[in-house]
């Protein structure tokens, strides 16, 4: 299967907006239930937003309110909009199919990706 392919990633300065995207050619996405993760330095990777095949969504407490994950199935892409993006949203994101839907955790059904950097700083 294709490795799944994230996007988007930047510099950006505190307050501003980045979207990201998550493709996997060869992937059929509606089936799944798929999730953002994030890794800060020197911390694990955990779930920070998920969107369910039948396109429930839920967040950690931190992005809640300025993070929006939404799926394009035919596209076979997932993406996550952030908002008002904050120092501590500094990391690598990756996306994953999950198992659990564990906010915080990481139960990945697929290989990992590359992920993309975001940094938040002035």
């Known amino acids: 299967q294709a490795q799944l392919v994230e996007s988007g990633g930047g510099l950006v300065q505190p307050g501003g907006s980045l979207t990201l995207s998550c493709a996997a050619p060869?992937?059929?996405?509606?089936?799944?239930?798929m999730g953002w993760y994030r890794q800060a330095p020197g911390q694990r990777r955990g779930l920070i937003a998920y969107?369910?095949?039948?396109?429930?969504?839920n967040y950690v407490p931190s992005v809640k309110g300025r993070f929006t994950i939404s799926r394009d199935n035919a596209k076979n892409i997932v993406y996550l909009h952030m908002t008002n993006l904050e120092s501590e949203d500094t990391g690598v994101y990756y996306c994953?199919?999950?198992?659990?839907?564990?906010?915080?955790?990481?139960?990945?059904?697929?290989?990992w990706g590359q992920g993309t950097q975001v940094t938040v700083s002035s």
């Open positions: 994953n199919a999950d198992g659990l839907l564990n906010l915080g955790g990481a139960f990945p059904q697929w290989d």
């Open positions: 060869g992937r059929i996405f509606s089936r799944y239930n």
């Open positions: 969107i369910t095949n039948s396109d429930y969504t």
